[in-house]
């Protein structure tokens, strides 16, 4: 008899395991389906969308291996954003200390530097607010002005790359951030206008 109940337990046990897996493996594929397909249709409709970046990026945020509506992913794209504008600018900061640092002879290539990343520090630092109403303006359903704050910043992380361009030998050292949040910005445009159909 002791033998029979143990038995028992054993497969009730195997039973619970193999329930739990089963569930796991359900929630995990969910989600991941969601972000394959959203990524698929936005790298399909914008060129300025990788597929493996949008992949990577939404798979980053813990939040999106529980997230099962196409609403929540473009909140979580949001924050994305805002995660790197936010650490862009600190960063942005950090490089203007360094470069204050150095003695700036007149026509230094670091004083261009300097005077760009003071525009970039402005634009970021603008885009920080921007994406605050952008995402308040997503969970009130205000599709269409959360689209053009979004682009706004989209927008910002261009002007901030193409200001390095404009002097001939300067590099900027802000091309992945900006290239980042550019794409960043393009998935959250994309999620934005699936979410409005």
């Known amino acids: ?9 054993s497969s009730f046990s195997l039973l619970i395991l193999f329930i739990i897996f089963f569930l796991s493996f359900n929630a995990t594929t969910s989600f991941n389906h969601l972000i ?10 914008d060129p300025n969308i990788s597929l493996n970046f949008c ?13 099962t509506s196409l609403t929540n992913l473009g909140l979580i ?4 954003i805002r995660t790197n504008v936010s650490e ?23 004083r261009y530097i300097r005077e ?16 605050e109403e952008a995402i308040g303006d ?28 404009e002097k001939r030998g300067v590099v900027s050292p802000l091309t992945k ?5 550019f794409q960043l910005s393009a998935i959250a445009l994309s999620i934005i206008e699936m979410v409005r159909q």
């Open 116 to 131: 760009y990343l003071k525009d970039c520090l402005e634009l970021y630092s603008d885009a920080i607010t921007t994406l």
């Open 138 to 165: 997503y969970k009130r359903k205000r599709y269409v002005d959360s689209n053009v704050k979004v682009s706004s910043v989209l927008d910002a992380s261009s002007t901030c790359e193409d200001g390095f361009e």
């Open 1 to 9: 008899m002791a033998s029979t109940m143990s038995s028992i337990r």
């Open 36 to 45: 394959q397909e959203t990524c698929k249709k936005s790298s399909e409709s």
């Open 77 to 80: 794209s949001m924050n994305l």
């Open 177 to 181: 951030r900006n290239n980042d949040t």
């Open 55 to 67: 992949i990577s990026s939404l798979e980053s945020d813990p939040r999106s291996h529980s997230v």
């Open 88 to 110: 862009s600018r600190v960063y942005i900061e950090h490089l203007l200390k360094k470069t204050k640092k150095k003695k700036n002879t007149k026509g230094s290539k670091d």
